[in-house]
């Protein structure tokens, strides 16, 4: 398969062997569409390969004008659920220090800093929302290890670390905390590592207006560390680890564990958040394109016409006192059909809609319409810098 070139050419006619994974818009097309005299099966084909595997969804070979099978050795086809997103990590990477040079932060250890912040992120962030799991308190005590661990071998070295070849528990890690940190003297319990990472006023001036204008008022970045009620954490899921009591985890245990993140050497919950956030509104986008690909074979192309000519009718169109938000009827992404009732647009105002489609039902949520956005303008800022 290829179309006419110079002879030698890489695009010369020749068979070709074809892996493609098809996004959902071309599978919705291609399921949707039935095979006439006209357009057969293989043209069908052709077409969505020129567009996909050829065009690259028109990145490249802006002049082919047609793709055609001369012969076809094997075909297969499958439906595959999309993979899941994994976590990338936190955002920033953070090293121990090294005892030979206690202000130089190292980087040999870094990769191991991470995994501690890693693991420490996804097992507070499952507490956090629900501590009461089966399970809760071993993964506190995966949490904690590894968050006084990160910030212990960050702020001391790794002499404080290590109990001859293995890291010190957490109880001996918080041991640590109490002999080196600052004793809070507004709440017993609390000790006090301050930020190192940042001072008063840089040198230069702050780079953000605001930030200079309200000096004053910036809150110290100090990690306060609740020994006691992370001890008592470590008392209460040892004994149901160990099978030597119930167990009890509270709100209030994974509270301080929360605290943690505030130092220099976290400091990624927020990042982990914002993955899981953009995974759950990915997988809900996949399952609502995956519905309206069955409601269009369930209901066929006389129905989806006659329901694309109602759309007109049902969509309530922009009204500058009623109905101000609209932006109209738009294409819809799985159908094609001029029938996607945007009820207002994206955070950015790039014109992606919110809404769903009136002929296959496909809901495109507020996060998915920010997420097409922001490609958008990225693609924009990407062609001007080429210019």
């Known amino acids: 398969m290829g179309y006419t070139t110079p002879i030698s050419s ?76 994994t976590w990338a990590g936190p955002r920033s990477i953070s090293f121990c220090r090294k005892s030979a040079d206690p202000g130089r932060l190292a980087g040999d250890d870094g990769g191991m800093q991470t995994q501690r912040a890693e693991k420490y992120a996804q097992c507070t962030a499952n507490l956090a929302k629900d501590h009461a799991a089966s399970g809760a308190e071993a993964v506190f005590d995966q949490a904690l290890t590894n968050g006084l661990a990160a910030i212990v071998c960050a702020q001391w070295g790794e002499e404080h670390l290590m109990a001859g070849k293995r890291v010190k528990s957490a109880a001996q890690l918080l041991a640590v ?63 149901v680890r160990h099978a030597r009591g119930a167990g009890g985890l509270t709100r209030g245990h994974v509270d301080a564990l929360l605290a943690l993140d505030d130092h220099e050497s976290l400091q990624c919950l927020a990042s982990e958040h914002a993955d899981r956030a953009w995974t759950d509104s990915r997988e809900a986008d996949e399952h609502s394109q995956a519905r309206a690909v069955a ?24 009204h500058p006192k009623h109905n101000p938000d609209s932006l109209g009827l738009q294409s819809c992404p799985v159908c094609g059909y001029e029938a996607f009732g945007a009820d207002h647009g994206d955070d950015h105002g790039m014109g992606v809609g919110v809404g769903e489609c009136f002929v296959c039902h496909y809901q495109r949520s507020s996060e998915i319409a920010r997420e097409e956005a922001e490609e958008m303008i990225y693609d924009l800022r990407w062609a001007e810098d080429g210019d």
């Open 295 to 318: 409601t269009l074979i369930r209901i066929g192309d006389e129905e989806a016409a006659r329901r694309a000519k109602q759309a007109v009718e049902l969509h309530k169109p922009f």
């Open 177 to 239: 905390i109490e002999e080196k940190a600052e004793k809070a003297t507004d709440e017993p319990g609390i000790y006090v590592i301050p930020e190192t990472g940042m001072t008063a006023s840089p040198s230069g001036g702050w780079p953000w207006p605001w930030a200079e204008d309200n000096e004053q008022n910036l809150p110290a970045l100090n990690t306060r560390v609740d020994v006691a009620v992370l001890r008592d954490g470590i008392s209460v899921t040892q004994a």
């Open 10 to 85: 890489i695009d010369q006619d020749r068979i070709r062997h074809l892996t493609v994974a098809l996004p959902p818009i071309y599978t919705a097309s291609s399921t949707h569409r039935r095979p006439t005299p006209a357009t057969p099966n293989q043209q069908i084909a052709a077409e969505t390969l020129k567009e996909v595997y050829f065009q690259d969804g028109d990145r490249r070979a802006g002049s082919l004008e047609g793709v055609r099978f001369a012969y076809v050795g094997h075909q297969e086809s499958e439906l595959r659920e999309p993979a899941r997103r």
